[in-house]
């Protein structure tokens, strides 16, 4: 769809996600729980590695040093105690909470109202993911549903993951962003932030280093 343009241009810009051989982000793909990790952790800088709990990571998978550093930072937990599902779809309500959570956003108490379907989310997703819908962070359909179970395509996670980060400053050095919408995200050390006014909040992960 041509409104997803240039979410897909901007994530490929900053080096988020990336493409097949021939570059293309194939927008309307599902996203793996174990790619989505990836990205996670790329968007916010994340590099430590603490250990996992999960039979189903091998050592030897192209994700299993990206989950432990997903777990280590606390903002995944698995599909059971022991298992993570690397290779299953991730959910819109599973990309909602792992990215409200890297937010240090706050499960809102009540019954969540912001979409048609809300009644569909499940127990441990619905605080955060209305907090993330009063943020802006997520939106749901035209027809005013979530579709909370549905999985999550490449290009929608493109625009959650954009609404998260907003700007993200990736380099040390003086940084002088002027008038910038949404949040501002830096994800990396050595970084003086001057003359910039953003719309958003100003988030330093926990990777960045004092």
């Known amino acids: ?6 979410y897909i241009e901007r ?17 309307e793909s599902d996203i793996s729980r174990a790619e989505f990790v990836t990205i996670v952790n790329r968007a ?3 590099d430590e590695m603490g250990g996992i709990p999960f039979d189903d990571v091998p050592e030897e998978a192209w994700y299993a040093e990206d989950v432990d550093i997903g777990y280590t930072a606390g903002y995944i937990t698995g599909t059971s105690e022991s298992t993570f599902s690397p290779l299953e779809p991730v959910t819109r309500e599973q990309a909602a909470v792992m990215l ?18 809300s009644r569909d989310l499940s127990a441990w997703s ?3 993911v209305s907090t993330a819908s009063q943020y ?16 999550i395509t490449r290009g ?5 993951l954009l609404n998260a980060v907003g700007t993200p400053i990736q380099e040390p050095g003086v940084q002088s962003l002027g008038n910038v919408w949404g949040n501002v995200t830096i994800t990396t050390s050595g ?9 958003g909040n100003l988030y330093i992960p926990a990777g960045v280093g004092l």
């Not at 994530?11 to 927008?27: A, E, H, S, W």
């Not at 802006?136 to 999985?151: K, M, R, T, V």
């Not at 929608?156 to 959650?160: K, L, S």
């Not at 970084?191 to 953003?198: E, F, I, K, P, S």
């Open 44 to 46: 916010f800088g994340y």
């Open 191 to 199: 970084v003086t932030l001057r003359d910039t006014v953003g719309g």
């Open 100 to 117: 409200a959570r890297n937010l240090v956003m706050q499960p809102a108490v009540g019954e969540n109202v912001s979409f048609t379907d």
């Open 11 to 27: 994530v490929t810009q900053l080096g988020l996600m990336r493409g097949d051989i021939d570059g293309n982000l194939m927008p």
């Open 1 to 6: 769809a041509a409104y997803l343009d240039p």
């Open 136 to 151: 802006n962070l997520i939106s749901g359909y035209p027809d005013g549903s979530f579709h909370p179970q549905d999985a």
């Open 126 to 128: 619905r605080g955060l």
């Open 156 to 160: 929608e996670a493109a625009i959650m």
